[in-house]
């Protein structure tokens, strides 16, 4: 680990908090005490965050939180840095820690699949299907091989895009998502709704990836922090296309023009030439996002 670079650690638990607005409040003065930098959702269903920081702060953190015993087993998932993930350190009340807006009994989420047992499935070739629980502009840049994603701008949007997976109801299924929030609640509700056969991928595409690397994933991983997508693969391929001129890539960013904000994909040449702007209408917008430089640390 470089002495400039950072470490980016994103972790969960479904679990009962008692006074979830003291929790949070004495969270975010602790993390600030600390100089992290990151956000997290705190609710009475549990913890949902990702924080950023020099590699002994992000450990003094991690060993605070698992001192108490709610969460004395959560698990962290790690990834180096060179630049800032985060502006700003934000702990915030939320009546969920991921938004799916529908009542799911957490006691009928699926068993576990490590990322060991998956690459053991996926390398015997059996008969299973990965499914992705993320937004669709998140698989686009990345997702793992041959597996079945939903058209969903949201995750709120899954109940009334579940028509799109009822083929594979008596198939055996395995959920992902980037760290296994989403994928965990979505497991309890496909079982909920007839789906008989459904596992869920321990820690996500994060855990899958530091273990097996250019293996069953493809393209990049999306973020939701100032990186955007992050590669996941030592050698690592585009698998979708610019907007603008048809060529691979993976770079994904935000319209400019601030009455879009849209995300899409261009290459290095088109952003430049076309002004960060997703089409000719965003280009000649008016109103533009400023583009701020991040200077990093010493």
């Not at 083929?167 to 497991?187: F, H, L, P, Q």
């Not at 493809?218 to 001129?245: Q, S, T, Y």
Request: proline share 3%; aromatic share 10%; glycine share 6%.
């Amino acid at each position: 680990m470089k002495d400039t670079q950072k470490l980016v650690v994103s972790f969960y638990k479904y679990v009962k908090i008692n006074d979830s607005l003291e929790f949070q409040q004495q969270h975010l003065e602790f993390c600030k005490e600390l100089g992290l930098k990151g956000r997290i959702m705190v609710g009475e269903e549990g913890i949902n965050g990702c924080v950023c920081g020099p590699k002994d702060i992000v450990e003094e953190y991690k060993k605070n939180l698992r001192s108490n015993p709610l969460f004395s087993d959560i698990d962290f998932k790690e990834q180096l840095v060179d630049k800032p993930a985060y502006r700003k350190m934000f702990v915030r009340l939320r009546k969920e820690i991921v938004n799916f807006g529908f009542d799911v009994d957490l006691k009928n989420t699926a068993s576990y699949m490590t990322p060991k047992e998956l690459k053991e499935s996926l390398d015997k070739k059996e008969d299973i299907v990965l499914v992705d629980m993320r937004n669709d502009y998140e698989a686009k840049i990345g997702k793992f091989r041959n597996a079945r994603t939903v058209s969903m701008c949201t995750f709120r949007e899954l109940p009334e895009k579940l028509n799109e997976i009822e083929d594979i109801k008596d198939k055996k299924i395995v959920t992902y998502c980037t760290g296994g929030v989403r994928c965990e609640k979505a497991s309890a509700f496909l079982k909920e709704h007839g789906f008989s056969n459904v596992s869920q991928l321990k820690g996500g595409i994060l855990s899958f990836c530091n273990e097996f690397p250019d293996t069953y994933w493809e393209g990049k991983c999306f973020v939701f922090d100032d990186r955007l997508a992050v590669p996941m693969n030592k050698n690592h391929e585009p698998i979708d296309n610019c907007v603008w001129c048809g060529v691979k890539s993976d770079e994904i960013m935000n319209c400019h023009n601030l009455d879009c904000d849209k995300l899409f994909i261009s290459c290095d040449g088109c952003k430049e030439k076309h002004n960060t702007s997703c089409c000719e209408g965003c280009r000649v917008a008016p109103k533009r996002r400023k583009v701020c430089v991040l200077i990093q640390d010493s």
